[in-house]
């Protein structure tokens, strides 16, 4: 089985020590680094540039940091993130004219690439370019704000990505993001997904340790 990632949201994290905070999620447990990445223009909010993630590699993060870029248009901006450290870059198809190219883009910096699709937004797109894909990320809530609860119909189409991703036979991740906790953790990664960001779930605690763990305990009890 693949293993289950855990990749908190600095989104929700504390930004005024967020070198601290960071570093604090991965002592905890934590395996990846989730940079949501927007432009109030995409979506109705402005967060980080690729400075902020230089400054985590500076700072001494050596995890997989995730960026999610919710920006329209994204090639300009992926060399730069690139440049300061970016493991995985995703992105909405919506947001690229040439969603192919882009992919390769991501490739060229030596990064792993990913699509992102929101709640209503249909997987077609993966028929032309799975064989470019290292991610699949599912958004479920709308993309622009922390702390949005569940949608439930996401479930589903967790199920239908797995679906496709079995078919091809290839080693690529199924992330989730989105009113992920210890709640509804197991029946999301019963679905398919291996990938949680969790962002309120994990910073909104008193104790990061004992969020993760308990994450952790719902992940172990996951039927398949």
Do not use: W
Request: hydrophobic letters at 45%.
């Amino acid at each position: 089985m693949t293993k289950f990632i855990i990749a908190p949201s600095i989104l929700s994290a504390d930004m005024a020590r967020l070198g601290q905070e960071t570093e604090a999620v991965l002592k905890a447990g934590a395996d990846f680094i989730h940079v949501d990445v927007m432009d109030n223009h995409y979506v109705p909010n402005l967060t980080f540039g690729p400075v902020v993630v230089e400054a985590l590699r500076k700072y001494g993060i050596k995890a997989p940091i995730d960026v999610h870029l919710m920006i329209k248009p994204v090639d300009r901006i992926i060399p730069d993130f690139a440049g300061a450290g970016a493991t995985y870059i995703t992105f909405h198809p919506e947001a690229s004219e040439h969603v192919d190219r882009t992919l390769q883009l991501i490739h060229d910096q030596g990064c792993k690439a990913g699509l992102v699709f929101n709640p209503a937004t249909p997987l077609s797109c993966l028929d032309h370019v799975l064989d470019k894909i290292d991610m699949i990320l599912l958004m479920s809530v709308n993309p622009g704000f922390g702390g949005q609860s569940f949608i439930p119909s996401s479930l589903e189409k967790l199920r239908v990505a797995r679906s496709i991703i079995s078919r091809s036979g290839r080693k690529i991740r199924l992330e989730i993001d989105g009113g992920v906790k210890a709640d509804n953790i197991r029946s999301i990664a019963e679905a398919g997904a291996d990938t949680f960001v969790a962002g309120s779930a994990i910073f909104g605690s008193r104790n990061y340790r004992a969020t993760i763990r308990k994450l952790r305990d719902e992940l172990a009890a996951v039927k398949r």
